[in-house]
């Protein structure tokens, strides 16, 4: 447990939009809008003594690590691991150990902007800001209609903040349509999840990579996105067969017992091929099946074409080889499954995951240690958004259409029902064709780079551009989205702020402000708070005072939920505990019971459909959209780079350390074969080019992918440059891992 050897009393930033927003004869006065720095950091905790510490959960991926805060005279000044937090039991990836020294960039934004006739971008006011926002964005829905604005969030701020901006723009402002960048990398996971499960719900807990005899790596490579769970993995004393399913010989593939190193997009194929000769050879869970299953029937005749002779010609993989992994799954007894971006970011990414999720319930792999058909999420908050974001879902994960759910969600938030849309929004690409259609006048764009990680991008900045106002808040100004921006909103960043954060385990975490935002920065909370006032809603917003206020509403909302979080009793527990994950219900915590750090779900077999079973789901193959060609023989995958970088290198750009520590210029992956036909060599500049557009790279000649195959990292600005639009039906995730492409010398 952790023991922080200070103590907060109450929340970080409590009472702190009273001083935002202070009423004077009925109208809005701003002090600390126009002084914020007259207020220091806000806090309302026991004063520090220099070389205090406190704990908080780290602001980078999902895998949500606990690290040890170490501050002088109330400010962070380094950090450790914390080596009592269950999730990363006292390591750091680089990242981690960087995470303040992003915050003292130089190219923080710190006033407001806007840009002038000039074209240029000019500091102004808050109050100058706020009523730009309110009378630019009004005028645009008086003119074209309340669907003509929208806002596309993040999975990098706090729940609190994504519930504030939801419950903000959906039932404040009208705004219907809004999506998250989560789009890109776990609407895949999410949309298998709640068909097979009838809930989103990841079934496993860290502990799992410790305890499993068997790991099967389907598109992902933790040894690079996700360190700390490879650093798991290391410690199991099981002498697990670890199998990595990848196109890529990656680093993880490296470290496997077997490695199907398959062609790009034929592992739905294969994982049928799998199931198929786990029925074959009677390695499947009958009782199981039978109890806690529907669709067996339907599975079985599905994949009996699916052969590992008729599938090898495919996939690449000898019939041997299928067989044998078929049979390494099917006779281990405790078998773990484990997705991330190379499944999700697929045309046909959610049969994929669910073809995974189908092997683990027909080999009853799931509800004990070491099991499970685990999604690696991405985004340090990405589960918070799938929950709390009213994007894809309505607050608390309940549904838009459901006239009860409306219901319920406007009685926990103190609402009218009626405010509450009763359709979803369009997604993240329904959004930009309505950009490009012009039914999107106005958009606001919050902690999110679309400019550089929007699939097809040079389309995708042409349609930024369309806009009658685009409106970025962000920690920085100078990211490849807020240079398109007509107004700029400077957002603290991590370790400026509060709030939780919920990692791929479902275990929230607590944020804390340990540091001033620089110059007139305020956290995304605030914003929100104050663009509520200058909106006209705050009545609506009363009880939304500060973040752990706001945690108490998503409480309310999540009872009854297969997330309800109920029990928990406020922020102070959450960090005593080291974490907890959902459930954790009133139920549970009766009698002062503490919650235990590693549960798994479906224990007991139920799942979240009304009959309590698991729907075992099937579907045809796609063909890929744009294969290669003699124009465009090449075929390109996307992905993770190094360690050190993380998403557009928005932050991780901004560590000298981190800089250091991967190549500063873009770089592709090409086999010796294609190297030798094309003449280039280790090092040589090379020009890619698809059917969008083209960019220069330094060739990295590597065995690691297979000749006509290439690899670029996502993290540079130029890869999407090259990437097609194009979509899996079921979650509308692109997918960034296949586009045809033609490599020349430069």
């Known amino acids: 447990m952790i023991q922080p050897r200070t103590k907060f009393r109450g929340n970080l930033t409590r009472n702190l939009l009273p001083q935002l927003l202070r009423q004077h004869d009925g109208k809005m006065t701003r002090e600390l809008l126009l002084h914020p720095g007259d207020h220091g950091l806000g806090m309302t905790h026991e004063s520090m003594q220099a070389d205090a510490t406190t704990t908080a959960v780290c602001g980078y991926c999902s895998t949500g690590c606990g690290l040890r805060l170490h501050l002088r005279d109330d400010e962070a000044v380094g950090l450790t691991p ?43 006011s808050w109050d100058h800001a706020l009523r730009l926002f309110t009378t630019r964005m009004k005028g645009i829905q008086r003119q074209h209609g309340p669907d003509s604005v929208a806002f596309l969030s993040t999975g990098q701020i706090a729940c609190e903040e994504m519930a504030f901006l939801g419950a903000l723009a959906k039932f404040g402002m009208g705004i219907k349509h809004g999506d998250g960048n989560t789009r890109q990398c776990m609407a895949t996971a999410a949309t298998a999840y709640k068909e097979a499960f009838g809930f989103d719900s990841p079934p496993f807990t860290y502990d799992d990579f410790e305890q499993s005899d068997c790991m099967v790596f389907i598109g992902a490579n933790p040894c690079i996105g996700h360190p700390i769970m490879w650093e798991r993995v290391l410690r199991n004393h099981h002498a697990p067969e670890i199998i990595v399913i990848d196109p890529r010989c990656t680093e993880t593939a490296m470290a496997a017992t077997q ?17 198929n000769h786990l029925i074959a050879c009677e390695c499947v869970d009958r009782k199981f099946i039978d109890k806690h299953t529907e669709g067996f029937e339907k599975l079985s005749e599905h994949v009996s074409r699916f052969t590992p002779d008729a599938v090898a010609p495919m996939t690449g993989i000898s019939a041997d080889a299928i067989r044998q992994t078929a049979e390494t799954i099917g006779r281990r007894k405790a078998v773990s499954l484990w997705w991330t971006m190379g499944v999700n970011q697929s045309y046909e990414g959610t049969r994929t995951a669910q073809a995974i999720i189908n092997i683990a319930l027909i080999t009853g792999n799931i509800g004990r240690p070491g099991t499970g058909a685990n999604s690696i999420t991405g985004q340090c908050n990405a589960m918070g958004s799938r929950l709390w974001s009213n994007t894809t879902n309505l607050f608390g994960h309940h549904d838009f259409k459901d006239s009860a759910d409306r219901e319920k969600v406007a009685t926990s938030l103190g609402i009218d029902a009626d405010l509450i849309p009763t359709e979803p929004s369009w997604s993240y690409d329904g959004i930009m064709d309505g950009i490009r259609r012009g039914d999107i006048r106005g958009l606001w764009v919050i902690a ?39 107004l700029i909103l400077p957002a603290a960043g991590w370790g400026e702020k509060s709030g939780t954060f919920i990692n791929s385990e479902r275990r929230y975490g607590v944020l804390k402000k340990v540091r001033r935002a620089p110059g007139k920065a305020l956290a995304d909370f605030h914003i929100f708070r104050a663009l509520a006032a200058y909106w006209g809603v705050e009545d609506m917003f009363a009880e939304w005072t500060d973040p752990e206020a706001v945690f108490r509403i998503m409480q309310r909302a999540s009872e009854d939920q297969p997330c309800d979080m109920t029990g928990i009793d406020g922020y102070e527990q959450i960090d005593r505990c080291g974490g907890i994950q959902w459930p954790w219900t009133e139920a549970d915590a009766e009698g002062d019971f503490q919650p235990e750090q590693q549960r798994r779900l479906f224990a007991d077999g139920r799942f979240y459909h009304h009959d309590g079973r698991a729907r075992l789901i099937v579907d045809d193959l796609t063909p890929m959209p744009e294969a290669p060609d003699e124009d465009f023989p090449t075929l390109l995958m996307t992905g993770r780079g190094t360690v050190s970088q993380w998403h557009t290198q928005t932050r991780t750009n901004k560590s000298p350390v981190l800089r250091k520590l991967y190549p500063n210029e873009a770089y592709i992956e090409i086999n010796p074969e294609d190297a030798a036909a094309i003449a280039v060599e280790n090092g040589d500049q090379v020009r890619a080019q698809s059917r969008r557009g083209s960019l220069l790279a330094t060739a990295m000649v590597t065995p690691t992918v297979k000749p006509g195959h290439a690899f670029m990292p996502m993290h540079y600005e130029a890869t999407n440059q090259l990437t097609l639009s194009h979509f899996d039906p079921h979650s509308r995730q692109p997918s960034y891992k296949d586009c045809a492409v033609r490599i020349e010398r430069a």
């Not at 130089?106 to 240029?120: C, F, L, Q």
């Not at 097809?456 to 807020?482: G, I, P």
């Open 259 to 275: 490695h199907l190193q398959i062609r790009p997009k034929s592992d739905l194929a294969l994982l049928y091929a799998i199931t």
């Open 82 to 124: 914390e080596t009592s937090y269950p999730v990363n039991l006292g390591m750091a990836c680089p990242k981690g150990w960087e995470a303040l020294r992003v915050l003292d960039s130089e190219d923080r934004a710190t006033d407001p902007m806007i840009r002038t006739s000039d074209g240029k971008f000019a500091p102004v």
């Open 448 to 486: 999110t780079n679309p400019a550089h990680s929007w699939i097809h991008q040079s389309e995708a900045r042409n349609l930024l551009d369309r806009l009658d106002f685009l409106v970025v808040q962000d920690m920085y100004h100078t990211t490849e989205t807020a240079r398109h921006a007509d």
